[in-house]
Structure formats: structure tokens, C-alpha cells
T-cell receptor, first 112, second 115 residues
């Protein structure tokens, strides 16, 4: 079965600084990879997804992620963080039948 | 377009009591998912429905949990009796189909506290 590791439980960045959230996956077949964001009291919202093709994926809210098969990674990046980006971020890996496995999440705090 | 609707948003009960959660998926979405999210963890799938059929309930603790999706639309998840360890957020999600390409849309969740 597939699994996901998000090594960083909590990250703090200053507003305007760049951001990178790490995600490592384990899956025997071609992975389908996702990043979701969860704001307090809200459901999960899809930021971006990777199925195939270009390994650099653009998402909503200025986020992007890069799939690196050799490193089994799918790290999320944003060049300039806004205070409204403070939330919990989840990486997930899916299989053919849309069975998604989520990481434990990374909580992002944005300093003024 | 309305999103996934869940109710109640919050529920506090004493252990051994029953509790039920309700979910209304996005109109036209055939696939419905129930997830449990423990504090500090990512969501974990409990059950997946394709229309009214439960196609994956392998992670559902069947001794105390039950779910139904009558008419392939709304769904109810029940716990009876509740235990302290059931305290969590219960998330409902829906998608057009169960293929990997289909994005899952999540509701706001029901936060359950068992005392």
C-alpha cells in the first residue's frame, strides 16, 4: 500500500519569504500525488495534483510542486508567502481506484 | 455550486452514547467518502461508496460503526456505542467517480468529542 511522509510537523516563515514543504511517498506503481490545504474549521481544499507529464505542477494561490521520481518526493513551494497562507498542508498519494493516503500534515505559521 | 454539506459541525457526547453524522455530497457526485481525522494526523478513509454500494469498507470498525447511503445521495455515519478514542473530526468528501483523476471535494467536517 502507498504511504506518505511529511518530515516537518511545523514550519514558521516570515511574510514575503519563500516556502518549501517536504513530502516523500512510497508506492510501487506510478504515483498520483496531491497537495491539500486545510484552514482552521474548514475542509480540505485541493491545491494541485500530479498524474503524469511535466514534473513541475502549478496550482492555485501561487503554489507549485515538483515531482522527483528519483527522490520519491513531491515538495510544495511558493516564492512569497502571504499571511493568509497560514494553515495545515497535507500531501497525499493516490492509487488507481482513488484510494488516497494522507501524510500527517505540516502546520505553517506566517510571521508578520 | 454548493459544496459538500455536513452536519452537525460539532458534537459532544458521553461515552457509550450513540452519535450520527450526516453528509450531503455535491450534486451529481457518484462517489462518497467518509474519513476520520485524529488530532495532528491526516485523514484516514473509513468507507467509500459508489452510488449506494459500499465498495471499500475495510477500514470501518464494524463492531460499532455503520454507514448508509440510501438512494445514492445523502449518507449517514453512525457510531454506537461511542468510545473515548472516537474523538476526532469526521470528514465527508465526494467526487464525480472513483477513478484517480477525479478530484475529491471535502466538507468542513464534524468535530466529535467523547467525554
Amino acid at each position: 500500500a502507498q504511504s506518505v511522509t511529511q518530515p516537518d510537523i511545523h514550519i514558521t516563515v516570515s511574510e514575503g519569504a519563500s516556502l518549501e514543504l517536504r513530502c516523500n511517498y512510497s508506492y510501487g506503481a506510478t504515483p498520483y500525488l496531491f497537495w491539500y490545504v486545510q484552514s482552521p474549521g474548514q475542509g480540505l481544499q485541493l491545491l494541485l495534483k500530479y498524474f503524469s507529464g511535466d514534473t513541475l505542477v502549478q496550482g492555485i494561490k501561487g503554489f507549485e510542486a515538483e515531482f522527483k521520481r528519483s527522490q520519491s518526493s513531491f515538495n510544495l513551494r511558493k516564492p512569497s508567502v502571504h499571511w493568509s497562507d497560514a494553515a495545515e498542508y497535507f500531501c497525499a498519494v493516490g492509487s488507481n481506484n482513488n484510494d488516497m493516503r494522507f501524510g500527517a500534515g505540516t502546520r505553517l505559521t506566517v510571521k508578520p | 455550486e454548493a459544496g459538500v454539506v455536513q452536519s452537525p459541525r460539532y458534537k459532544i457526547i458521553e461515552k457509550k452514547q450513540p452519535v450520527a453524522f450526516w453528509c450531503n455530497p455535491i450534486s451529481g457526485h457518484n462517489t462518497l467518502y467518509w474519513y476520520r481525522q485524529n488530532l495532528g494526523q491526516g485523514p484516514e478513509l473509513l468507507i467509500r461508496y459508489e452510488n449506494e454500494e459500499a465498495v471499500d469498507d475495510s477500514q470501518l470498525p464494524k463492531d460499532r460503526f455503520s454507514a448508509e447511503r440510501l438512494k445514492g445521495v445523502d449518507s449517514t455515519l453512525k457510531i454506537q456505542p461511542a468510545e473515548l478514542g472516537d474523538s476526532a473530526v469526521y470528514l465527508c468528501a465526494s467526487s464525480l467517480g472513483q477513478e484517480y483523476q477525479e478530484t475529491q471535494y471535502f466538507g468542513p467536517g464534524t468535530r466529535l468529542l467523547v467525554l
